[in-house]
């Protein structure tokens, strides 16, 4: 009896052990994405980004004479009315470890079984399962370096090849049209903009991966600090959706020599430890990690953060990442520190209200990686780093962007012959934001010294309480 395949943030062939595993049942095999409110009501960026990944998964497919079906609905019902109308035996998926789908695929398991389906469940979207590492006592890591450790210590399953053939039904149902799924009509930016800047599909991702260890890993460890230079690998927006598996990366990366190699697997390694928090401890995504900040007087959404988010602050390098951002659907790393630091110390805004902006805007976000990220920089999270290092951007741009390239890349106004991305902010942002590249560039919304007394003074009263 035919299988149903229900792809998620797996869009691949290769590495992949639930359709290898399908494929090798010799069975009818049936590709299903369903648009369900994991994919309908997440963030602009990231919604439009998941339905090119999509296309990309649906041409492969096609190339191995099968095919994605797309339903729009919630999971359980579509997966039921597809499974009677093909007469399927039973339904395969890839795990996934945030709240919202661990609960909605706990609950499908259950049903389906309980009406005589087959459901099975596999590994994938990270390097080991969340729960296969854990303390000598048992318990889940809190911190990163003890669980680097642990997860390097020991093998990495092998990445699969992609199998060789996808038996198809002998009919196929209905699909609806992914155009109609608009999802990127809820841009408030221009959609052609990010396109310009997006590397889609499996195949895109692998080059990806091969030209940056062809050319880049060498010179990682030390090159990847700094934004304006082309050193890191780009992948988080594939392994978002799955375009490329971390094993794949992993394996690839393993045998070569030196630092840069071993720095890249550490910091694929950080993104299996936001999953693992994320799975053991879910409040990571929208809580305090640590209850004592929930005394910290944070700031809600307020119009200095409302200047943030358009790149207006007159902080050159913060501005510069929020456009990034806006403009690329990315942000190198260094600069999300920055901006994270900035928002939550010189601005004194919750976490939270950047974690949504950073949710809106990114196409490689990411649960996990953008709550980690965020409570690590605001001190509130595990293995955080401590809230009186306020980052002093002036600083930091001396530091890592010290002949401005990074911050002329994409602040128009302080160049006299912008370039392309600079532009592009102006083509995206919205009109009602009423941006003119012509106009001068915002003098500086916060002293820098001053911001720094006043979070550390807020910090030094939290300590009291
Ligand atoms: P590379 O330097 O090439 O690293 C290789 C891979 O390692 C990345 O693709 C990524 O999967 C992983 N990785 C690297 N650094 C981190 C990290 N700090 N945390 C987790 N995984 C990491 N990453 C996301 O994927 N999605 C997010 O939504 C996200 N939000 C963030 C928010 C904040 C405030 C901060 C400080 C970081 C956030 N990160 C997020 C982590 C990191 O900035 C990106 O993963 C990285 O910039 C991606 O670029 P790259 O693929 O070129 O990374």
Redesign the pocket.
């Known amino acids: 009896t035919p299988l149903i395949l229900w792809f998620r943030r797996d869009l691949r062939l290769d590495d992949h052990p639930m359709l290898s595993a399908a494929a090798a049942t010799g069975r009818p095999l049936l590709p299903v994405f369903i648009a369900d409110r994991s994919v309908t009501e997440i963030g602009a960026a990231a919604r439009w980004r998941w339905g090119e990944a999509v296309a990309s998964f649906a041409g492969r497919l096609t190339g191995q004479g099968s095919r994605l079906i797309l339903r729009r609905g919630a999971a359980l019902p579509v997966l039921l009315s597809l499974a009677e109308e093909i007469g399927a035996g039973g339904v395969w998926w890839t795990r996934l470890y945030d709240p919202f789908s661990r609960e909605r695929d706990a609950d499908i398991k259950e049903t389906l079984k309980s009406k005589g389906f087959e459901a099975r469940s596999f590994h994938g979207h990270t390097l080991v399962e969340p729960w296969e590492i854990a303390t000598g006592q048992g318990d889940p890591y809190k911190v990163y370096t003890p669980f680097w450790k642990a997860l390097s210590a020991r093998d990495v399953a092998e990445a699969l090849p992609a199998p060789k053939a996808l038996r198809a039904p002998e009919t196929w149902p209905g699909s609806e049209d992914l155009a109609g799924w608009t999802l990127g009509a809820a841009m408030n930016r221009g959609a052609p903009v990010l396109a310009r800047y997006a590397v889609i599909g499996e195949e895109a991702a692998r080059k990806r991966l091969d030209s ?1 260890l062809k050319s880049k890993v060498e010179g ?1 460890r030390e090159d ?1 600090d700094f934004p304006a230079l082309d ?10 959706y799955g375009e490329i598996g ?1 094993r794949r ?1 992993w394996h690839a990366a393993l045998p070569l020599a030196g630092d840069g190699a071993t720095h ?1 697997r550490k ?8 999953h693992h928090l994320m799975y053991h401890f879910p409040h990571l995504l929208d809580a305090n990690w640590r209850p004592e900040w929930n005394d910290f007087s944070w700031k809600i959404d307020n119009a200095d953060a409302e200047r943030w988010r358009r790149g207006l602050t007159g902080e050159p390098i913060v501005d510069a990442g929020l456009r990034q951002m806006f403009v690329t659907g ?4 260094r600069v ?2 920055i ?2 630091s900035y928002l939550t110390k010189h601005l004194m805004t919750h ?1 939270k209200v ?2 949504d902006w ?2 809106d805007c ?1 196409t ?11 409570q ?2 605001a001190g509130s999270g595990p293995d955080a780093a401590p809230y009186f290092r306020v980052f002093n951007p002036a600083t930091q741009a001396e530091k890592f962007d010290q002949k401005g390239v990074y911050r002329k890349t994409f602040i128009a106004e302080l160049s006299r012959n912008p370039g392309p991305e600079a532009l592009a902010y102006f083509e995206a942002v919205p009109r009602s934001w009423g941006l003119d590249p012509a106009r001068a560039y915002p003098e500086r919304m916060v002293d820098l010294a001053r911001g720094r007394e006043r979070a550390l003074a807020a910090y030094a009263a939290l300590k009291k309480t």
């Open positions: 940056f990682y990847r050193a890191v690998s780009g992948l988080s927006e594939n392994l978002t971390p990366i890249f910091e694929l390694v950080w993104r299996d430890f936001a990315t942000m190198h790393n999300r520190m901006v994270a976490w950047g974690l950073f949710a990114l490689d976000w990411d649960p996990a990686s953008n709550a980690m990220g965020w690590w920089v």
